[in-house]
């Protein structure tokens, strides 16, 4: 079933391969008939992940990017939409040549040459691939993902012996009144796999605690897979130690066996890179929790973390490195005003607001930010955090009461942030959105500058329609707002900031900062974010165990700002 951590398995041992020094080039085969996920609700269907090209594409994306550190682009996602779509045009070209086009072997044989190009041009830079790692989306026995299973069954019998390793991932339920596990379902499953001709050589079984030596054996016995190569898959402290519990368990060795590899193998390679990977998943499972902080997070799908899987990650790299431990607090501001908003955010060490679409609960993330400004509370704006941050500043510093995005207020009388269509076309960005990677240009000796350390070009992910008006930048810049982050070329706003003298920490990016975030290589905005919360609540640690890397020295001794002290009000005369 969906949800199950099929990206996660399957990333998992992408990684270790890779390890081994071999070029890996994952792909998401989606059931579904949207073209990409660009249309998905991610209160259904969890984040909407943004690649380096602008493919709008499953979370499981971000999984495969953050595991392997590799970038991945529109060949590594392909939806049913998609491949009927080539198929429907090829059809009305007459690429057909009068034949009837059907589902084998047409369709099935669009899904093996996409496999089998993704093989030849997937690897890293380009060139050929060593081992592709294909996830096919939904269940087993959904019409949907059917014609996907089929062309796996005749790839590998194409490619013949050693050339696949089909792997099932199962459930193991566990009803609470029985208080044991059961394996009958993922028996019947694993059936309906070999009905559709295809005989697992692995299967993970998820599960909430490690699955049992006999319900492994169970498994094994009625799906013909050797014991060792049933893997228990249980709930971990976090899925960047799934690679290290599969190496202990051998499965490495069993993938290589099973494809042929084992004269392939770079041990040197191996060598180091389980180094640095060992250092920071032990750090996790250890987690020396030096630091607490607590973390606002402020948005709509605070329901459903997987709405924000990419934010969750980054927090979670960044402070693993750190060695704090957040209490992340996921807010729905649809309630809150200037009443209730030192309630909620009180006792807050740093607030992060997400990116986000639509007027619901934006005033409360605007009297959130307008708090955390006036309280030096550190705060990182995502997108619509930089937005709703702009909003604030003109009303507040700038004096101008009905600032608004047009997004909220269509005929706003002062459209501080608006949507100028003129913009993509000097980029030539298509569609209605502003997608993809692009180049920020760095202003000298800002927050922005310190913390990619003193880079002048950086490259970000974007996903917005609405950006700063240019008509108002000199305006806010002179009212003490900085931007630090430009388009190289264009009056593009791509970052704000708030100087030392002002806030400790206050920045917020037009782009996805989240989206490019590695487990070894955090991303400096959040380092910088988790850095000042730690600062804030712990000064003592400045110089000593928090890093001068990550954290701008500040015109004067931090002072703590708690929630007793009385608001700093900031006003723009007289500075
Ligand atoms: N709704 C805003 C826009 O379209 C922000 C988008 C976002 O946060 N990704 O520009």
């Not at 939806?79 to 690429?95: A, F, K, N, V, W």
């Not at 009068?98 to 030849?120: C, F, N, S, W």
């Not at 013909?224 to 960047?240: A, G, K, T």
């Not at 510093?397 to 047009?406: C, F, H, K």
Request: net charge neutral.
């Amino acid at each position: 079933m969906s949800g199950l951590g099929k990206g996660i398995f399957s990333s998992s041992l992408a990684k270790m391969l890779q390890d081994k020094g071999l070029a890996i080039a994952p792909i998401k085969l989606e059931g579904y008939l949207n073209i990409d996920s660009g249309t998905l609700n991610p209160y259904r269907h969890g984040e909407v992940f943004v690649l380096e090209d602008g493919t709008e594409c499953d979370m499981d994306l971000g999984t495969y990017e953050r595991m392997l550190d590799q970038n991945l682009s529109r060949q590594n996602f392909a939806t049913s939409g998609q491949i009927y779509t080539e198929i429907l045009e090829r059809e009305r070209r007459g690429d057909y040549l009068g034949r009837d086009v059907q589902m084998i072997p047409h369709v099935t044989g669009e899904v093996k040459y996409r496999l089998r190009k993704l093989a030849m041009t997937g690897g890293p830079d380009g060139g050929l691939a060593d081992v592709i790692f294909v996830e096919v989306g939904g269940t087993v026995g959904d019409y949907e993902n059917s014609f996907y299973i089929e062309a796996l069954r005749e790839l590998a019998f194409e490619e013949g012996p050693q050339s696949t390793c089909f792997v099932a991932l199962t459930y193991i339920l566990e009803p609470t009144i029985l208080g044991e596990q059961k394996s009958k379902a993922a028996q019947l499953g694993i059936k309906r796999l070999m009905e559709a001709g295809i005989q697992p050589h692995i299967i993970g079984c998820r599960a909430h605690n490690p699955v049992t030596l006999t319900v492994r054996q169970k498994i094994s016995m009625f799906s013909n897979v050797p014991l060792n190569r049933v893997f228990s898959m249980h709930d971990r402290e976090s899925i960047y130690t799934i690679p290290e519990a599969m190496r202990a368990e051998g499965l490495d060795r069993e993938v290589l066996s099973i494809l042929n590899l084992h004269g392939r193998v770079d041990t040197q390679h191996e060598d180091r890179a389980r180094q640095r990977w060992t250092d920071f998943a032990s750090k996790i499972r250890t987690r020396p929790r030096k630091h607490q902080i607590s973390l606002g997070i402020l948005g709509k799908y605070a329901a459903l973390r997987d709405a924000y899987a990419s934010v969750d990650k980054a927090i979670e790299h960044s402070s693993t490195h750190l060695s704090a431990d957040v209490d992340a607090r996921w807010i729905d501001t649809s309630d809150v005003d200037s009443s209730n908003v030192q309630e909620l955010l009180g006792n807050v060490d740093a607030v992060i607001v997400p990116g986000g679409f639509g007027e619901r609960g934006v005033e409360g993330k605007i009297a959130c930010v307008q708090y955390v400004r006036t309280h030096r509370i550190p705060y990182l704006g995502l997108c619509l955090g930089l937005q709703v941050a702009v909003i604030e500043y003109a009303r507040n510093v700038l004096g101008l009461r009905t600032a608004n995005s047009t997004e909220f207020e269509h005929h706003a009388e002062h459209p501080v942030i608006c949507e100028l269509p003129e913009q993509r076309r000097i980029e030539g960005m298509g569609g209605t959105m502003r997608l993809g990677a692009q180049d920020v240009l760095v202003e000298p000796n800002t927050l922005l500058s310190f913390l990619f350390e003193s880079q002048r070009l950086i490259r970000e992910r974007f996903r917005h329609r609405y950006e700063v008006n240019p008509a108002y930048v000199e305006r806010l810049a002179s009212a003490g707002l900085r931007f630090s982050g430009r388009h190289p070329k264009h009056a593009i706003m791509q970052v704000i900031e708030l100087p030392p003298d002002i806030h400790p920490y206050f920045i917020a990016g037009q782009f996805h900062p989240e989206l490019t975030s590695r487990p070894l290589r955090p991303q400096p905005m959040f380092m910088g974010l988790i850095a000042a919360a730690i600062a804030r609540t712990n000064p003592q640690f400045v110089g000593e165990s928090i890093s001068p890397r990550w954290l701008r020295p500040q015109p004067s001794a931090p002072k703590r700002n708690g929630p007793k002290s009385p608001p700093k009000v900031i006003s723009h005369t007289g500075r």
